[in-house]
């Protein structure tokens, strides 16, 4: 077999099978393969690679349609839905891989953020001031404070901010109940209740958080709820 | 080559990209019915076997979010390869395993073939698709480009981003290697 000189035919050749040529170049290279054996064969090869080829499966195009950025006309594209390519999506966390826990982390923070509203505004009304008992009185401790009973004080506040919060209560679970006043005024001991509480709080719920039915019930005296 | 028609189906390619940025979204079905397969065979052909379509699809969702990066100095087509060829190098570093070539199931086909010249030409197949999985990395990616997507030595540069020559050389080294490898 005689080695084929012609650089450019053999180059041209992929180009003859794909018909990429026109008609001029198509007569041209037609007319050396005619008189090249190394071309010819090599014609041949090139189609019995063309049938090797794997066959490439049949695709949805209506599905690929649907999830391409819908256009906006002005340049800016939106996506219309799980159109996010698989190489740009970012590493999946478990957060991602496990809603559920999105849900749970979601109402832990609501519940979080409801207590803390609800010790705010009784922080701000005196008559729903509920503080556990201190064993001995701050000396900055208003004289109103002294008279009340163990489990109530009252902390002096506007009136007008007494009317424009709305009475609420807290209630804990192991029965403190952290409202108004200071830090300092609270015992050692119920100090370290709260602290033993804050412990086994949990940041992220182990599991989903179960449905809330509300129950109504009666309250004591002290607006607790029994 | 024909400088012409492709050249008109460029334009064409250009104008539905702009009937599609005007809010045309019919435009976008033909685009992706004009190359779809072409990226298929293209994801066949460079070892992909799981979910070509999502390869795809992913390609059009990447290629349509960022039409404004698209400036039109090659075609669509060569665009969309470019692309496609990316998510495909990510898809395996991802993977962390190289995906080789799926080996052709010899008794595939093989038996069922009564006919002689079947069975020659499914031989003959699996011999030359042996060739082409023998070459290199790059041979392989610019031999299946040049020979069964028919792309030029300037879209083949393109995508693999090297130069026009350096892929000529690497396209006539591989068709020497299979040469050799059909004549052993």
């Known amino acids: 077999m005689t080695e084929c000189v012609s650089a450019k035919m053999r180059d041209a050749l992929p180009d003859l099978i794909h018909g990429t040529l026109d008609a001029g170049q198509v007569a041209v290279v037609e007319a050396h393969v005619a008189s090249c054996t190394e071309c010819a064969r090599e014609i041949a090869l090139l189609q019995a690679v063309i049938a090797s080829a794997p066959r490439a499966p049949e695709l949805d195009l209506n599905r690929i349609v649907t999830a391409l950025p819908t256009p906006s006309g002005r340049g800016l594209l939106l996506h219309k839905g799980g159109g996010q390519p698989v190489g740009s999506r970012k590493p999946q966390t478990i957060w991602s891989r496990r809603p559920i826990l999105r849900v749970a982390a979601a109402a832990a923070i609501v519940a979080a953020g409801g207590l803390s509203l609800v010790v705010g505004r009784d922080a701000l009304n005196p008559e729903r001031q509920v503080r556990p008992p201190v064993s001995s009185a701050p000396a900055s401790a208003p004289a109103a404070s002294a008279a009340a009973t163990p489990t109530q004080v009252a902390v002096s506040a506007p009136a007008n901010v007494a009317e424009r919060v709305p009475a609420t209560r807290a209630v804990a679970s192991t029965g403190l109940s952290l409202v108004g006043g200071e830090v300092q005024d609270l015992s050692d001991e119920h100090l370290a209740a709260l602290l033993k509480e804050m412990d086994h709080l949990d940041p992220i719920p182990a599991a989903e958080p179960e449905a809330i039915t509300p129950v109504i019930g009666e309250t004591d005296s002290s607006g607790m709820l029994q | ?184």
């Not at chain 2, 976008?28 to 052909?45: I, K, N, P, Q, Y």
């Not at chain 2, 570093?93 to 010249?117: F, H, N």
């Not at chain 2, 031989?123 to 041979?139: D, F, G, K, N, Y």
């Not at chain 2, 030595?153 to 080294?173: F, P, Q």
Request: proline share 2%; hydrophobic share 40%.
């Open chain 2, 1 to 184: 080559m024909n400088p012409g028609s492709r050249e008109s189906a460029e334009e064409t390619d250009l104008a539905l990209i702009a009937r599609w940025k005007a809010g045309d979204s019919r435009a976008a079905t033909e685009l992706v019915g004009r190359h779809a397969d072409s990226l298929a065979r293209f994801a066949t052909s460079a070892g992909e076997r799981e979910e070509i379509e999502e390869l795809v699809q992913d390609t059009f969702v990447r290629a349509f979010s960022s039409l404004d990066a698209f400036r039109g100095e090659s075609s669509l087509r060569t665009w969309l390869f470019t692309i496609e060829r990316r998510l495909m190098l990510d898809r395996r570093r991802a993977e962390k395993r190289q995906r080789s070539m799926v080996p052709i199931e010899e008794a595939e086909g093989a038996t069922e073939y009564d006919a002689l010249d079947g069975m020659v030409a499914q031989e003959t197949a699996i011999r030359v698709r042996r060739a082409v999985e023998a070459l290199s990395p790059m041979q392989r990616e610019v031999f299946t480009m040049r020979v069964e997507q028919g792309l030029s030595y300037k879209d083949i540069a393109v995508i693999l981003d090297t130069s026009e020559g350096a892929a000529r050389v690497h396209y006539h080294n591989a068709m020497c290697a299979v040469k050799e490898y059909l004549n052993d």
